[in-house]
């Protein structure tokens, strides 16, 4: 006797499954311009590669005769999957069932997906879409009483934090304990246009007295509320994209810098970049005037692995370029002034930034490159007003708490604290200067007139004197100075930039993997 009776309901049960919420409600989610679920685990895993646990998991219906007659499927599908050929746990909120709502299925599977990634030390990758996993006010009246909130799983989620990879996409509008698992990852993107993050809604802000209803629809209430051109600029969410697509791609990239889990080590790629390219273009890339600007992102790409750098972050902390790139093929996490932006100066934003970059660089065992042209912390009632001198320290206790190898090349201006924080100046330095350096606890120029007050005011010539101090201290500051007193260890020629730093890749890597 076989148990062909026993498959036949199986797959009846899965093709209800896979019919979501309903052929109307599927073709809502398209007519938005959105991808369902399934389509967006099959776009990000490699072909084939998913395997679905838990997908007749859902709230049946059964006849008078005790047969079923339907399934709602749980808003919530996660399984095994590759991505590069590499395991990962892949999760997508279904929101064509009540919007993704947890009472309209089983949050044990969610916290599943969690135990599942931290237990076997896979990368999880969480596509959010709607309230991601939270209930909503039908669920009162369907328990009959109210509840005081808690989070199944949340410790998983914690833990995950602390030991594997973890990528959130934002696909829709999230809010509440969606908003909240976006904000819980390591890297974090929303799409323009579809993604909106709050932790209530425009319908609850209204009830608080904080209007939303002036705008022309629902959806622009949103973006007004909680869109990209918020949270990718607050440092809520680290990236915006053009397409559900490109942010696939995106999560794919990020995830090939990664180990699968703390203790494991990021992969080498092929080297494809010869170690010993000079690129002319460094030796005339800082101007001699000071005040004039250029283009790190320039720099990083004559500098770096042709094509490997993979920016982070690029709309917010914006004095500060935070990117994952590779050296010789060996990955590495590269902090590089912009002095585009506020001259390069760390304000609080700036300083949070770098802080979390380089404590996920320490997490993952990711070698730090730190391209240096940062004149001190930003200075003014607005700067003081925003804690910059707290987050900037903030930022300076991560540097020297970072145990990874760490090279940093000061191509202009390191002054002050926050020039200070180039690197842990406690353990061997690492460190190549450009002639172009110009360093100090504070930039002479601005000090001039306060040192030598008493000087100025008395020459018959103010302007003149001023000037011959000028070019005294001009000599004085010159890197070569410092190279004699052993202030700075090495002044190299630009063009041997590249060079340079393959090697500390390659003995950086050396380190790493000789580690326990």
């Known amino acids: 006797m076989s148990w062909a009776k026993e498959l036949e309901e199986l797959r009846a049960r899965e093709a209800m499954a896979e019919e979501m919420g309903g052929p109307d409600k599927v073709a809502r989610q398209h007519g938005r311009g959105k991808m369902d679920a399934r389509a967006r685990l099959a776009a990000l895993c490699d072909p084939g590669s998913f395997r679905e646990i838990g997908k007749i998991a859902g709230n049946a219906r059964y006849d008078e005769n005790g047969d079923l007659a339907g399934v709602t499927p749980a808003p919530f599908l996660f399984g095994k999957a590759t991505v590069n050929g590499r395991p990962i746990v892949a999760t997508a909120d279904d929101f064509t069932i009540r919007g993704g709502a947890a009472d309209a299925g089983i949050s044990r599977k969610m916290v599943q997906a969690e135990k599942m ?10 596509m959010i879409d709607g309230t991601g996993g939270g209930g909503s006010v039908k669920t009162l009246e369907q328990i009959g009483a109210t509840y005081i909130p808690a989070v199944p799983g949340w410790g998983d989620v914690v833990e995950n934090l602390d030991t594997v990879p973890v990528v959130a996409l934002a696909l829709g509008p999230t809010a509440g304990l969606g908003a909240a698992r976006i904000v819980a990852s390591h890297y974090s993107i929303m799409v323009r246009g579809l993604s909106q993050l709050f932790a209530a809604g425009p319908a609850v802000v209204d009830g608080l007295g904080e209007s939303y209803k002036g705008s022309a629809d629902h959806v622009q209430a949103k973006e007004e509320l909680g869109g990209v051109d918020i949270h990718t600029r607050n440092g809520v969410v680290d990236d915006e994209v053009a397409s559900e697509a490109e942010a696939f791609a995106r999560a794919r990239h990020f995830l090939s810098f990664m180990p699968e889990h703390v203790g494991q080590h990021a992969r080498r790629a092929q080297p494809s970049d010869p170690v010993d390219r000079r690129e002319e273009a460094l030796l005339s890339l800082v101007p001699r005037d000071d005040k004039q600007v250029y283009s790190m992102r320039r720099a990083m790409d004559l500098i770096l692995d042709t094509g490997t750098v993979f920016e982070i972050g690029r709309n917010w902390g914006r004095a500060a370029i935070t990117a994952l790139a590779r050296l010789d093929g060996y990955p590495v996490a590269v902090v590089a002034s912009d002095p585009s932006y506020l001259g390069g100066s760390w304000e609080a934003k700036t300083s949070e930034k770098v802080e979390r970059f380089v404590k996920l660089a320490d ?50 201006r390191a002054y002050g604290i926050a020039g200070s924080a180039m690197s842990n100046a406690d353990k061997f330095q690492y460190r190549y200067c450009w002639p172009s350096g110009d360093w100090g606890s504070l930039p002479i120029a601005g000090g001039l007139e306060v040192a030598y007050k008493s000087e100025l005011e008395a020459a018959e010539d103010p302007a003149a004197l001023l000037a011959e101090i000028q070019e005294r201290l001009s000599k004085v500051t010159s890197p070569f100075r410092s190279a004699e007193r052993y202030n700075v260890e090495d002044i190299i020629d630009p063009r041997d930039t590249r060079p340079l730093l393959c090697e500390f890749a390659e003995l950086a890597w050396r380190k790493l993997e000789a580690e326990q």
């Open 117 to 126: 990634a931290h237990e076997l030390k896979l990368p999880i990758v969480k």
């Open 363 to 412: 997490q993952f065992r990711l070698p730090i490159v730190h391209l240096v042209d940062n004149p001190g912390f930003m200075i003014g009632r607005e700067a003081e007003m925003a804690g910059t001198i707290r987050y900037g320290v903030q930022a300076m206790n991560a540097i020297y708490k970072a145990s990874v190898p760490l090279a940093s090349i000061v191509m202009r």
